[in-house]
């Protein structure tokens, strides 16, 4: 899968809140809030205001905010979704044209929902529920979990934060209800302290790279 240069993420964050001159609606100190049953092809970015976008909508391009949350409702179709300062919550039956990145906030997918690209964050736990990631998780500071039967096609990575987080820093991956990863788990940072919880017949088809197991038996 295709990693994601973490400094080239927060630069592309913070550029799209500097250009006046993008397409889609652009909010600044103000909140964007998109009615049910919407439809267009324009993306959305708001600095210092939060993205609500609700159900049943088709939004072509992505939606973007710097200080502020990302939400989109169920049965909806967006682009990427990308917040600095801000959880990123997608509802049920909900399809990501793209990635999910969080500098700093929580992600929560929901049931049925697919992103069709990675899944990152920086400073922010991941949850996914019955949900289903085309790429990889990446977190650098954050818990991560999967439950109902989630789905990971990719990896899941903690990176390396070079020395810039807290020694000894102590992560937890829980796989719960029947959730499975195809790749592996991958610490690459020697300073993080990962345990991996595999419970209820969740399933990681790779190896578990620099961190401990517990299962089941082991409990």
Do not use: W
């Not at 088709?58 to 200080?67: A, W, Y």
């Amino acid at each position: 899968m295709k990693r994601t240069n973490y400094l080239q993420l927060f630069i592309t964050l913070v550029i799209f809140a500097l250009l006046s001159s993008c397409n889609g609606d652009v909010s600044v100190n103000k909140t964007i809030r998109i009615p049910d049953g919407t439809e267009q092809s324009d993306g959305l970015t708001t600095v210092n205001g939060s993205i609500h976008v609700g159900n049943n909508c088709r939004i072509e391009g992505g939606c973007s905010s710097v200080n502020g949350s990302v939400t989109i409702g169920n049965d909806s179709r967006v682009g990427s979704l990308n917040s600095v300062n801000g959880a990123v919550v997608v509802g049920e039956n909900t399809e990501v044209n793209g990635e999910i990145s969080s500098v700093n906030g929580a992600v929560k997918v929901g049931h049925s929902s697919r992103i069709t690209e990675n899944l990152i964050t920086v400073n922010g736990a991941i949850r996914l529920s019955g949900a289903e990631v085309d790429g990889n998780l990446e977190t650098a500071n954050g818990a991560i979990i999967l439950t109902d039967q989630a789905y990971v096609k990719g990896d899941i990575i903690i990176t390396d934060t070079h020395g810039l987080s807290s020694s000894g820093r102590k992560l937890t991956i829980r796989l719960e209800n029947g959730s499975r990863v195809d790749g592996g788990i991958v610490v690459e940072d020697e300073d993080a302290r990962v345990t991996v919880f595999l419970a209820d017949s969740s399933k990681i088809a790779g190896e578990v790279q620099n961190a401990t197991l517990v299962t089941d038996e082991q409990k």
